[in-house]
């Protein structure tokens, strides 16, 4: 005989059951919580409009060109969806443009050089596989004939006022060598004498009419589009406050005209540590400084309470 108890609590599992899967697919169904999920889940991607005119260092970009407006194009939306690098140069931009802009306004340079910084290094003290170095990418044998010390004990590529200013000084002379800015930038990554070579072999007198590696003939482009973007980061969807930027440390400069013989000891001296010490003069690339010839050199150390940090006892 058939258990009419169980056969009632059965259905009432099932009924009950039944009501739940209702329950569920009605709040599913919520159109508040279906549009929750789409904006937690969705990402879409879009094409980037060009603007309606770029221009480097005031030298026009024939965005009417079919070639140019596909080179650009292809720059800006490369950096547009590469976010994380684009926050992180804006945040560096903020610390490190004001070291940059005011050199290259005394030096007689257009302001959109910064950018060129920008791409070279990323606002790093990068060192690439040909050993260029620093915020400008300068290489050792340049550097030098530049006017920068350069040797295991000191190198000057690594600080960002001496650098700018020595990558001024050979942006200045691209510029009276090849005619214009834009070849200017275009000689600092390939060199002066190889987009003078190439102007003459193909007969024109323009970057954007030259026939150039990839490397080369991408190059312009990207300062373009790196300038775009960090000028108007919230248009591309780069969005941060104030405090999300990195911010230069105060600092004052203390100058000395011997040798030292430990920088460990000597940061202790000033109430830091030797990180610290490095962080702020990287050009000194050991734990002494040689200095036979009584050169003068300015050492940066940050102002009491900037860092938290211990030194020796």
């Not at 005989?1 to 329950?23: D, P, R, W």
């Not at 490190?96 to 959109?112: A, M, Q, R």
């Not at 003078?196 to 373009?224: A, W």
């Not at 000028?231 to 990195?246: C, I, M, R, V």
């Amino acid at each position: 005989m058939v258990n009419i108890k169980s056969i009632l609590a059965g259905v009432g599992l099932v009924a009950t059951t039944a009501i739940c899967i209702q329950a569920v697919q009605q709040e599913s169904a919520d159109p508040e919580v279906m549009k929750e999920e789409k904006l937690v889940n969705d990402y879409n991607v879009y094409a980037i409009p060009l603007p309606d005119e770029m221009d480097f260092a005031g030298e026009k970009l024939a965005l009417n060109d079919p070639d140019i407006r596909e080179r650009m194009d292809r720059e800006l939306l490369v950096n547009t969806y590469w976010q994380s690098n684009a926050l992180l140069l804006i945040k560096r931009a903020n610390k490190y443009f004001p070291i940059i802009e005011p050199i290259l306004k005394e030096e007689g340079l257009p302001d959109d050089f910064k950018y060129l910084a920008v791409i070279e290094s990323g606002l790093t003290q990068a060192v690439s596989p040909a050993r260029a170095t620093g915020f400008w990418q300068i290489l050792s044998s340049t550097g030098k004939e530049l006017g920068l010390e350069v040797n295991d004990n000191v190198d000057e590529r690594y600080n960002v006022e001496l650098s700018t200013r020595a990558a001024c000084k050979y942006l200045k002379n691209a510029k009276n060598n090849l005619g214009s800015w834009t070849l200017a930038a275009a000689g600092y990554n390939a060199g002066n004498a190889g987009i003078s070579r190439r102007l003459r072999e193909q007969d024109v007198h323009d970057y954007y009419d030259l026939l150039l590696g990839e490397e080369t003939g991408r190059y312009v482009f990207r300062i373009l589009a790196l300038k775009e973007i960090l000028s108007d980061p919230k248009k591309y969807g780069l969005n941060f406050t104030d405090k999300d930027l990195y911010n230069k440390v105060p600092t004052y400069k203390v100058e000395i005209d011997t040798p030292v013989t430990n920088f460990v000891k000597f940061a202790q001296g000033y109430g830091i540590n030797y990180k610290i010490l490095k962080l702020h003069n990287p050009w000194l690339r050991e734990d002494h400084l040689n200095n036979s010839s009584g050169k003068k050199y300015y050492i940066e150390i940050p102002e009491k309470g900037a860092y938290t940090y211990t030194v020796g006892q």
